[in-house]
């Protein structure tokens, strides 16, 4: 990636090691979104914040680059998102803090190791749950969605609690409708006229809200990683799974 | 507390609700304390931030008050220790922000369901285990100590690694010297010449780690409650443990 060689997703990609989704924000508003994300920790669970202009996460890759070693980056100015690039050297800026967001890629192989298959489609869906706000940041949760069987259902719930910063155990199974996930119009996915015979959908707090919070307000400059083009760190995933 | 009734330790008290240690300062020192705690969970386990002037934690106790709700408090000007109060209502000023950090003492209970006896005595010490810097604060990790067999280590090696926002499984065990502790010195409890036959010292991340990491930058005022004062949440013990 940091040689542009790869520049495709990273789903299922480099597995047995976390995947974080990125968001680069100026000094200026680093300090309430922290907060946002303490207060929001399924959605928004911190693994790593850069200190102000250094592009290293030191606690999750210490040898890696944020402005560099991603294979695509998705950039908004004043809410406005631009082109797609492979390098954000020249967006970064002497006061940009990156934050690294525990993203639930990295429990599709721990799930599959339980007798979970990877999931042919996740989905991401707008609900009308409310997230804690922080100063300027608020907004509804955004969520993944799964099909899974009840039997499978339950091995997830057991196993993805043990992933805290991963997002930890579901928010929700089953009705879409009780907290206002309208499967017709997904953010990503084919849109779903009805839920097959035999599984329920079940819900995750997904790392996508943190993005869309920090939307809404507009920042001057907001950089994150491209849907699906995440950072890949140095911690196996093992290391966050709590006995 | 907030009636002035009960002035004394939190020690023990209010089975099965999540108390915390307490530390406020002037918003200027936010920022970098809210990275130093999240770059260290293990000894800064943030529960809650309040917003800047606001009394409230209004994810752990919506309807305290954290000037007066704890039973007592250690007050710092520039470092210096003055005279414990019961009551902080004339130190809390517009841009104070307080931070709730978990605190070991929830999980003695849990361990005690699960058949070790409560700890006769808990140490307090210093080790030179360096945490990570962040900005302003620096300094090396303090430590609890408690004695235990064998069999109850393997029992709370499992049982605390649930408990994450309460500092989870133990730093270290056995030999104090290879986390550079000294038994003779302790911050808190008797000084150890001799570690008794058939117990192994085992020991946890500690809440006075932030602390004495603030003290150091000494800031203009920093109110902490006084040791073995905490707070108590409103959240039960087990809301924090993860399946």
């Not at 922290?34 to 850069?50: A, E, F, G, M, S």
């Not at 339980?114 to 509804?140: C, E, H, M, Q, Y």
Request: hydrophobic share 40%.
């Amino acid at each position: 990636m940091r040689n542009g060689e790869w520049t495709g997703p990273t789903v299922y990609k480099v597995p047995g090691f976390v995947q974080t989704n990125l968001v680069v924000l100026p000094q200026a508003d680093a300090y309430d979104f922290v907060v946002y994300c303490q207060r929001n920790p399924k959605p928004c669970p911190l693994i790593d914040i850069t200190d102000p202009g250094d592009p290293t996460p030191r606690v999750a890759a210490p040898e890696a680059d944020l402005r560099t070693d991603l294979p695509q980056y998705a950039v908004y100015r004043k809410g406005v998102r631009e082109k797609n690039v492979t390098d954000i050297r020249d967006f970064w800026r002497k006061d940009s803090v990156g934050f690294l967001i525990g993203s639930s890629l990295s429990f599709d192989d721990a799930l599959e190791k339980a007798g979970v298959p990877k999931s042919k489609d996740v989905w991401v869906l707008n609900t009308t749950i409310p997230s804690r706000p922080a100063g300027k940041f608020k907004g509804p949760v955004v969520v993944t969605m799964r099909w899974m069987t009840p039997a499978q259902a339950v091995i997830a719930c057991q196993l993805t609690g043990r992933f805290p910063y991963n997002h930890g155990a579901p928010l929700h199974m089953g009705d879409p409708a009780a907290i206002g996930a309208d499967l017709e119009n997904p953010i990503v996915g084919e849109p779903v006229k009805k839920i097959p015979d035999g599984v329920m959908p079940v819900f995750w707090a997904c790392g996508v809200t943190p993005q869309r919070v920090a939307l809404e307000m507009k920042p001057e400059l907001m950089i994150t990683h491209a849907p699906g083009h995440a950072f890949i760190t140095d911690i196996r995933v093992e290391q966050f799974c709590l006995p």
